[in-house]
């Protein structure tokens, strides 16, 4: 994950309650998504790009973000460059869990097919994510 974990969008995030109780008000964030140079790292994102340099780790970002210019030079400028990126994409209104859990299944199997994999990390916000993904 990106938001939460090792960036900070929250000067352009926000939430609006409806009946459905609080959710992320994802016009306001749409509307800011130009910002994402303006994010900043928070401190997990030193963890990432240690992992990045470790040629035996294999970084995967996973994003409900639909990946903009701002966001991709974010990314390779501020963050460095992940093995792989599964973000969402124009017009895909699937959850966020299941977008990367979805995303990430075929990149894992893969890895595991060629691979003695040891270990596998997970750095997610939403826990009800990581619960899809186990």
Request: with cysteine.
């Amino acid at each position: 994950d990106m938001d939460g974990t090792i960036v900070c969008s929250l000067h352009r995030y926000r939430t609006i309650f409806s009946n459905a109780g609080e959710r992320i008000d994802l016009g306001y964030w749409r509307q800011n998504e130009h910002r994402a140079l303006d994010d900043s790292l928070l401190p997990l994102a030193e963890q990432y790009k240690k992992d990045n340099l470790d040629p035996y780790c294999i970084v995967i970002i996973a994003t409900a973000r639909i990946l903009r210019d701002a966001d991709l030079e974010f990314i390779s400028t501020r963050l460095g460059d992940p093995d792989h990126i599964v973000s969402r994409t124009e017009g895909d209104n699937t959850s966020g869990g299941t977008l990367k859990v979805t995303g990430l299944r075929p990149i894992l199997a893969d890895y595991k097919n060629r691979f003695n994999i040891c270990d596998i990390v997970f750095y997610e916000d939403n826990v009800q994510y990581i619960t899809l993904a186990i």
